[in-house]
């Protein structure tokens, strides 16, 4: 257990739905990251929260929101959903917005748009 | 465009023999590299990292090794144990006005054979 926490584990929903992700990060991390893993691609960054502020955002889609809570908990919303979506989305936190020690990876939300 | 690379998909090592990982990236304005290993159904754990300003570093049985001038970065498993079997993925982090963005290569596919 990496203490970051994502729920749900497995999600399946039709094309134009809308899902929420959920990441709660190891304790004491401040900051926390959402990435994209599609098939045989690379993590792709989509957005970063520092202490309940968007810090840095990376190829997020407008389609795709998301927020940090103040007990730093966050939520990626995931709208409008299209085949292309379907993939593993990973939560990771870090102590600091640097990550010079890495982050610390969840076990991935998988998501399937069927 | 992919700015960080991991050009072979897959390598496979005998036990006990040293495994090589390369990853190129293009950007010179990067100045922080990590490598993390995955697991099956697990998020990336983080492995080692290396500053722009060092050309290696060490950690038990795994070495980074930076060529700044190629654009070069290379983890080396002395000596590789079966459970080294995982995918690696390097990450090439930049820095831009406060904010710290890692951009991951596609990984690589470590198999160990006994």
């Known amino acids: 257990d990496s203490g970051v926490t994502q729920t749900p584990k497995h999600l399946i929903t039709a094309t134009g739905q809308r899902v929420t992700l959920r990441c709660s990060p190891r304790?004491?991390?401040?900051?926390v990251y959402w990435y994209q893993q599609s098939l045989d691609q690379g993590l792709q960054f989509l957005i970063q929260?520092?202490?309940?502020?968007?810090?840095a955002k990376g190829n997020i889609l407008e389609r795709f929101s998301a927020q940090q809570f103040p007990d730093l908990h966050s939520e990626l919303n995931l709208s409008s959903l299209e085949l292309g979506d379907s993939a593993l989305y990973f939560c990771?936190?870090?102590?600091?917005?640097?990550?010079?020690?890495?982050?610390?990876f969840g076990s991935g939300t998988r998501l399937t748009v069927v | 465009d992919q700015q960080v690379k991991q050009n072979s998909p897959s390598l496979s090592v005998q036990e006990g023999r040293i495994s090589i990982l390369n990853c190129d990236y293009t950007n010179s304005m990067f100045d922080y590299f990590l490598w993390y290993k995955k697991y099956p159904a697990e998020g990336p754990t983080f492995l080692i990292s290396i500053s722009s300003i060092k050309d290696k570093n060490e950690d038990g049985r795994f070495t980074v090794f930076l060529n700044k001038s190629a654009k070069h970065l290379s983890l080396h498993i002395v000596p590789s144990q079966p459970g080294d079997s995982a995918v690696y993925f390097c990450a090439a982090r930049r820095s831009t006005s406060g904010t710290y963005k890692y951009i991951f290569g596609t990984g690589t596919r470590l198999k160990v054979l006994a």
């Open positions: 304790s004491g991390d401040l900051s």
């Open positions: 990771a936190s870090s102590v600091d917005g640097r990550g010079d020690y890495g982050y610390t």
């Open positions: 929260y520092y202490n309940g502020e968007e810090r």
